[in-house]
């Protein structure tokens, strides 16, 4: 039993991380398979919907208020916040000397940096990191499941959705200050929508690519699964898995195939393909 005198983070802390510790260590392999990609398909229509009728409209009003440095700043303000997410998650996959780096980047930036708004850390020679619980789960060996399209949210999968209520509840400063406010108008939740707004202002130079991709569902799929894989791995996974991803292991892959199917696709599309340059 836990002592009642510890901090209540450090408690929380210890029992996640004696969950995480039942997995065992070995990082299970990534899937390319996609069983609920009936639903997915759906979701991922709504979304785009919605994207196109209300979130990408408010991001372009945004960059139309606020320059580059603006966003920049305000950028930096929410990754230097968000920092004790991936120092929790680095103390839960026993790496102290990963924690103890970004502790240091967000004191710095916080000081240095006038609240982190400015990265002075990244000059110092301490370099940013992207932690969740989703890669501890990895980390400790728990299996990707199923990929999801999930309503509002995006993709992720059966592992990685524990983020959201586990990164959420115990460590996310956003999401904690929304939880312990309550304000006649909802002003709680104005600092999540600022993220939100800025985060989404900052894929439109994305935007050409998934235009001018053959399916774009697919292209957020597997753009989704390597983007963890490089991620759980420290930005060099095994070569072996990349290939297992691509489909380049298999006996029936043909990349000539795939490259004609692109070219049909691109000849019926010319309007998407001339304009992958990205708008915003």
Known sequence: MLHPRLPLWLRRAVVLGAVAL???CAIAK????DPL???NRKVYAFNDSLDKAVIRPVAVGYRKVTNPPVRRSVGDFFTNLRMPVTVANDLLQARP???LQSTGRFLVNLTLGIGGLFDPASSLGLPIENNDFGVTLARWGVPEGDY??????GPTTVRDVWQIPVDGYFFDPLTI?????????GQQ???QLVYLVNLRSRAFDAEGFLQSAYDPYVFVRDAYRQRRLYKIYDGNPPSSLIEQMQGLDQDNFDPDQLLDEQHQWENKHPDQTNSSGGKG
């Open 177 to 185: 200050y929304a939880r312990n406010h309550s304000y006649h108008y």
């Open 148 to 153: 999801l399209m999930l309503p509002f949210l």
């Open 97 to 99: 000397k990963q924690a």
């Open 30 to 33: 990534p899937r390319s398979d």
């Open 189 to 191: 939740y104005l600092p």
């Open 22 to 24: 039942l997995a065992g």
């Open 37 to 39: 990609e009936k639903y």
